[in-house]
C-alpha cells in the first residue's frame, strides 16, 4: 500500500523509503538509499541522490539537487534551485566518490533561492540562508546569514523574524512572543 503521492513523470527507485503523506512532483527523480519522511514536499525536477535523509515536513522547491552526504532534520525548507555541493575539489577524470563530505541542515532551517551549500558544513537549528548565499563554513542556530561569501548578519526566530536583542541579551519575537537569550554568541529560547 502506497500511503505518499507520485506524479507519473517521478522516478522513484527501489530500495528508497518514503513516508506517509509526502508528494513528490513532476520530473524528479528519488535513487535508491535515500530516506524522505513523512509529510514532505518534494517539488518539480528534483534529485535526492542515494544516501540522503530528509526528516519531516521537509519543503524542497523546484529545481534542487540534493547530494549524497545530505542530511536535513524535521522542518527544513530548501529554496528554489538551492545546491549542495559533496566534493570540495571536484574533476571529471578523477572519481572522488569515496570523499564525500557530510553536509547537515540542523531541524527548521531555511536555505533561500539559488544557495549554495560548500560540502561539510553544518547549518545550526532555525538557521536563516538568504537567497544567493554561498555558505563555506558551519552556520549557527538561529543565524541570519546571506551574501558570497555568506556573513553573519544578525539572528532570527523560529518564526524567522529578525532578533534585536537589548543590552542584558535578551529578545523578544514579535510574532509569537518567545524569548531569546543570546550568550557568548549562542541564542537559546528562554519561553515566553
Avoid at 525536477?45 to 523546484?62: C, E, R, T
Avoid at 528554489?80 to 575539489?89: A, G, L, Q, R
Avoid at 560548500?118 to 538561529?142: L, Q, R, S
Amino acid at each position: 500500500m502506497v500511503l505518499y503521492s507520485v506524479h507519473q513523470s517521478a522516478i522513484i527507485e527501489d530500495a528508497c523509503e518514503i513516508g506517509e503523506g509526502t508528494k513528490i512532483w513532476h520530473f524528479s527523480h528519488i535513487m535508491a538509499g535515500c530516506i524522505i519522511g513523512k509529510r514532505c514536499n518534494i517539488g518539480q525536477n528534483v534529485v535526492i541522490s542515494s544516501g540522503v535523509v530528509l526528516g519531516d515536513n521537509v519543503k524542497v522547491q523546484n529545481n534542487v539537487s540534493i547530494y549524497t552526504g545530505v542530511i536535513c532534520e524535521e522542518n527544513v525548507f530548501l529554496g528554489p534551485s538551492m545546491v549542495f555541493t559533496n566534493v570540495i575539489n571536484p574533476r571529471s577524470a578523477i572519481s572522488r566518490k569515496n570523499e564525500y563530505l557530510k553536509t547537515i541542515v540542523r531541524k527548521g532551517a531555511s536555505i533561500g533561492a539559488n544557495a549554495t551549500i560548500v560540502c561539510g558544513n553544518e547549518i545550526g537549528e532555525y538557521a536563516m540562508i538568504g537567497a544567493g548565499a554561498v555558505v563555506t563554513k558551519d552556520i549557527p542556530a538561529f543565524a541570519l546569514v546571506y551574501g558570497n561569501p555568506a556573513r553573519q548578519k544578525g539572528w532570527v526566530s523560529e518564526f524567522g523574524h529578525k532578533l534585536n536583542f537589548d543590552n542584558e541579551g535578551f529578545a523578544i519575537c514579535s510574532e509569537s512572543s518567545e524569548k531569546y537569550a543570546l550568550i557568548n554568541d549562542k541564542v537559546t529560547k528562554c519561553g515566553k
